[in-house]
């Protein structure tokens, strides 16, 4: 499956990107060190001057925009005597880490006065190498942050979290505002590709990160280096007065010099002295309001960057004048105040033009520049497209339209020419909501005690709802994605810039037939606990997923070959609750079921855990309710520790035949094998037999994945040429099993791990198999794009069967934060013992009529009375209400005939009457309701009003009218009904009245000479029997 990881991401930083996923989560190449040690009896880095310091640290070496090839950590000895480093080291672990780390020994000595250069991994761009180091590492830093130490020994140290001044290390740095563990006071800004911290002039050691670093341009020095002294102050420059939009420029960059000061003034439209921005914007006043242009030029606001929540913040609506440095920041433009030193920001006096909210709508990535931290008020209809990061960062994806981004290979095959369309389709409508911070709310112990903004009130925020735009937001550029901000950062008492759709339902849809099959991939669900089988034996080892309080909630690896799944007995009765609530709500007569334990791994009967997920299902369905197909005999001698399974219902079905697993080893070797079953009716013969095959191919995980040849990832991920090689044998498989039972109709049914366009399926495609789709649903949502992954595949003959089917969207839509595995991440627990987001992966549900099915019966629904305009094309909704999804067809009779006619999908249909069919005047008109294999004839009926055409005078005269000389008055009138309009028109001019009749829609009056000045016409049309009355003035001069 596509499963993002569980560990809580990399933190963003403030005013900047998220660290790159790849840097954060590679960082194993340090020296390996059989166990940790107690941290060794040396000081820390005296606050004197009298010790060694960390003066720079910077991970974003041979990263995009960087100027240096390699990662480095620089040293200063602010002594005038060199200091050996001798058995001293430096170390690291990435900055969400708080256990072991990667350790670089270092040799030599830091002469007096001087730096010692350890150079860390090269990435893959920069232009320049570092000066020679004294020292070398394979450590791949961030470039975002992380935690480094210097330490006076080369065994791995594991620092505590929080303040760790005072501890015995040497010198530390959490080289992030978001690490867990720092020295004093952590940093305010974080570093990036193309900036370093660097420690204050001279060595200055306060025992605080916060105080003792900054992020500037790198600069990294050997022992061989010299340092300069201290020069001359400069002397001040007055700065440079300049307009939001010169800042901005029409490019993607400031055009201005980023070493001189600018001064600029402007409206405060957002605010954020909290969550980490350390910021607020600032729009030119008087702008905003209306659309601009398609190509509208430079951004007429900026975001000034103040560098620390303590600084002196202006409110929301101030007119205010900025001092600061234009730069770039990840790609947003923005002013640094900081280099201010008289003061950056001063509140006006004097009145200004506040700004209004821009008129919106998203333009195409390309003409988003122009937009950059302006207000905005978004007018389009969007819909929920990602919320992984809801739980994390509170972000959240939306797409512009009724419907998510789509994974590219759930609409066209991978060879398609067609397949950048749909990539370029997502670009356009993709962009984030945002919390205004960047806060991550699974980091440190702090963080983890705020409840999460948008959902801890109760709210749902689903994949597939419609997101509503409430509030102005700031279009904003950050982490490498456009986002709507709010004005000030949201919290989860604050109100929210957007409402949701809550699209939550108690059971899936009625999909007809009388039998009903599903399929359910239950995410990991072991009867075996990790605690439980490491206890069991020695040798065995597991490592733990977390809550904030350190309880152990689910497995993260057990060694050698254990399970998943939950970490307890406490943890397992939260993953089952949520289990139990969703199967027994979907209640179809047939199961199959992916990703349950395989308990003979274990030493177990093969259907132990199955036994006890059907036992806790019967516990609240009732006695009997749920069976379980028992495994075959023969299985095959190697296996997977999830497999694949079914559970039915007796009273309704009965298996015919033992079950059959499809042993090929040689394919299945890194999948779990085919299940298949036949099944019929209760009481039924066996020619009513059917067979039902389950599936759960290999993965699209890159974990191991080869680089080249037909499993390297791809634009179908990872192991795709093993995907078509289970699916071809399945398709054999399935051809032996169906002969062999007899059953003519086959369900494929399970996990494909395959989007509806891949190779795998157009594999079973052309063996004949039908994917049996739910319209506007899809069973998985990965990266904030959905696609099916799981399905149910028929054959001819099965599809002949099927009635209806639905994509139950209790899972892959819902918040992580819902999951067992989530519980108590965060202040605000957000378990319930209930169906959603039981699993990761949708239910499907399929209704199947097996036999001579009694058809259902139907109810004809339309909205009563439709009005219309004579002239106009009637339309009238109809419904179909009945168990499943009803066809068919429906005819709308009037005296004696038919007047409209159209085909029911999915128990809908629109029927259009022809324009001028009926004249004005109201009818009742018999609904009738063909029928169709499944659902009984049924009537109803509409009421048809439909008014006289609508009418506009078009008047015109001789203008101006010479004084003492007649003119001409022209009437013509327009409708709706396609035909001329005839009738009588009355006049009003000058005292005097006229009727005229008008022909064709036209009548002309001669109007009598008058008086020099201004006189009005009145015309009254007295309209007809098809065309309504109309009123006008016209205005004529005479003279």
Not at 122 to 136: E, I, M, N, R
Request: proline share 7%.
């Amino acid at each position: 499956m596509l499963e993002p990881s569980p560990r809580p991401s990399p933190s963003r930083q403030p005013g900047g990107a998220r660290p790159r996923r790849a840097l954060a989560a590679g960082l194993g190449l340090g020296l390996a060190v059989s166990a940790l040690a107690a941290l060794p009896g040396s000081a820390t880095a005296a606050v004197d001057g009298s010790g060694v310091v960390i003066s720079e640290f910077y991970g974003g070496g041979g990263n995009s925009g960087a100027e240096y090839t390699h990662d480095f950590v620089e040293l200063y000895n602010p002594t005038s005597a060199a200091i050996s480093l001798e058995g001293w080291s430096v170390q690291y672990r990435n900055n969400a880490g708080t256990s072991p780390v990667q350790v670089t020994p270092l040799t030599g000595s830091v002469p007096a006065g001087g730096h010692y250069l350890v150079q860390w991994a090269q990435g893959a761009g920069g232009t320049t190498s570092l000066p020679t180091p004294d020292a070398t590492g394979t450590v791949s830093a961030s470039a975002t942050g992380g935690q480094v130490w210097l330490a006076s020994t080369t065994t791995a140290l594991n620092p505590p979290t929080g303040n760790v001044t005072g501890a015995p290390i040497v010198d530390f740095l959490g080289a992030s505002p978001t690490a867990p563990s720092f020295e004093g006071a952590a940093v305010t800004r974080a570093p990036a590709n193309a900036t370093s911290l660097q420690r204050a002039a001279n060595g200055k050691d306060t025992d605080s990160n916060a105080a003792d670093f900054t992020v500037v341009a790198p600069t990294p020095q050997n022992s061989g280096s010299t340092t300069p002294g201290p020069e001359p102050e400069p002397e001040p420059v007055e700065p440079t007065d300049v307009t939001i939009a010169e800042i901005q420029g029409t490019g993607a960059e400031t055009p201005l010099d980023r070493t001189a000061l600018v001064r600029t003034r402007g409206i405060v439209t957002a605010s954020y002295p909290t969550g980490g921005f350390n910021g607020f914007y600032l729009q030119t006043a008087g702008t905003g309001g209306d659309p601009k242009p398609a190509e509208g030029g430079a951004s007429d606001a900026v975001f000034v960057w103040l560098g620390s929540p303590s600084a002196t913040y202006p409110e929301v609506g101030d007119h205010v004048e900025v001092v600061g440095l234009p730069t770039e920041f990840n790609g947003l433009t923005q002013l640094d105040a900081r280099a201010a030193s008289d003061g950056s920001t001063t509140v006006l006096t004097e009145p200004a033009e506040m700004v209004k909210p821009r008129a919106f709508v998203l333009p195409a990535p390309a003409l988003r520049e122009q937009y950059e931290g302006e207000l905005v008020l978004p007018s389009e209809d969007y819909t929920v497209s990602n919320n992984f990061n809801l739980n994390n960062f509170g972000e959240i994806g939306l797409a512009v339209g009724d419907t998510p981004l789509i994974a590219p290979t759930e609409l066209v095959t991978p060879d398609s020419p067609e397949l950048d369309d749909v990539k370029a389709d997502n670009a356009a409508r993709a962009i984030a909501i945002d919390d205004g911070s960047s806060t991550n709310y699974l980091g440190n112990a702090t963080n983890k005690a705020i409840p999460l903004p948008w959902i801890s009130g109760g709210d749902v925020v689903r994949v597939n709802a419609s997101a509503t735009i409430t509030e102005p937001v700031v279009i904003d550029w950050r982490n490498s994605t456009w986002k709507y901000q709010p004005t000030q950062q949201l919290t989860a008492e604050g109100v929210a810039p957007a409402t949701f759709e809550d699209t939550r339902t108690a059971a899936p849809e009625a999909v007809g037939g009388d039998l009903e099959l599903a399929t359910f991939n239950v995410l990991n669900y072991f009867s075996t606990t990790g605690e439980e089988w490491a206890a069991a034996a020695s040798g065995r080892s597991c490592s733990y997923f977390t809550d904030r309080a350190g309880a152990n909630i689910t497995n993260d690896r057990c060694e050698p070959n254990g399970p998943r799944g939950a970490a307890n007995q406490v943890n397992l009765e939260r993953q089952e609750a949520k289990i139990v609530a969703a199967i027994n709500a979907i209640d179809a007569d047939v199961i199959s079921l992916e990703e349950i334990e395989n308990s003979a791994v274990f030493g177990l009967d093969r259907d132990a855990a199955l036994a006890s997920l059907v036992t806790a299902l019967n516990e609240q369905a009732g006695a009997g309710h749920w069976a379980y197909v028992p495994s075959p005999t023969a299985v095959p001698a190697a296996e997977d520790v999830i497999r694949t399974a079914f559970i039915y219902q007796p009273a309704t079905v009965e298996t015919v035949g033992a079950s059959v697993i499809h042993d090929d080893e040689a394919v299945f070797f890194n999948a779990r094998e085919p299940l298949a079953q036949a099944f019929k009716p209760a009481g039924s013969a066996d020619d009513d037999a059917f067979s039902v095959i389950v599936n759960h191919f290999k993965s699209k995980s890159t974990s191991g994945a080869p680089s080249s040849g037909d499993n390297a990832n791809g634009e179908q991920g990872a192991w795709n040429g093993d995907r078509v090689r289970q699916a071809e044998s399945l398709a054999d498989f399935t051809a032996e099993f169906a002969a062999e039972a007899g059953t003519e109709a086959v369900f494929l049914t399970g996990d494909f791990n395959s989007y509806t366009q891949e190779d795998p399926l157009h594999v079973l495609y052309d063996e004949g198999f039908t994917d049996i789709a739910s319209e506007g649903e899809w069973s998985y949502s990965f990266s904030g794009m959905s696609g099916s992954l799981d399905h149910v595949l028929a054959n001819e003959a099965a599809a002949a069967m099927v009635t209806g089917s639905d994509i139950w969207e209790i899972n892959a839509v819902e918040s992580v934060a819902y999951e067992y595995s989530r519980s108590n991440y965060n202040a605000t627990d957000f378990y319930a013992p209930d169906a959603y987001r039981s699993s990761d992966h949708e239910p499907h549900v399929v209704g199947i009529a097996v036999g001579e099915a009694e058809p259902a019966p139907a109810t004809v629904v339309t909205p009563g009375t439709v009005q219309n305009a004579y002239g106009d094309v009637v339309r009238v909704p109809v419904e179909i209400e009945t168990e499943g999804a009803a066809g068919g067809r429906v005819d709308l009779h009037w005296n004696g005939g038919i007047i409209g006619s159209a085909d029911v999908v999915d128990g809908q249909a629109v029927v259009e009457v022809p324009r001028r069919t009926l004249l004005p005047k109201s009818y009742r008109v018999l609904v009738r309701y063909s029928g169709d294999a499944t659902t009984q004839a049924a009537d109803g009926g509409v009421t048809i009003a439909v008014g006289r055409a609508r009418t506009n005078l078009l008047l015109s005269a001789t203008q101006p009218l010479p004084a003492g000389r007649s003119g001409t008055l022209t009437i013509r009138i327009g409708n709706s009904s396609g035909f001329p309009a005839t009738g009588w028109v009355n006049v009003v001019y000058g005292g005097k009245a006229f009727r005229v009749f008008a022909v064709r829609g036209l009548a002309t009056i001669t109007l009598q000479p008058g008086r020099t000045g201004t006189h009005r016409a009145s015309v009254y049309y007295e309209g007809s029997g098809t065309v309504s009355p109309a009123f006008g003035v016209l205005s004529i001069r005479v003279g």
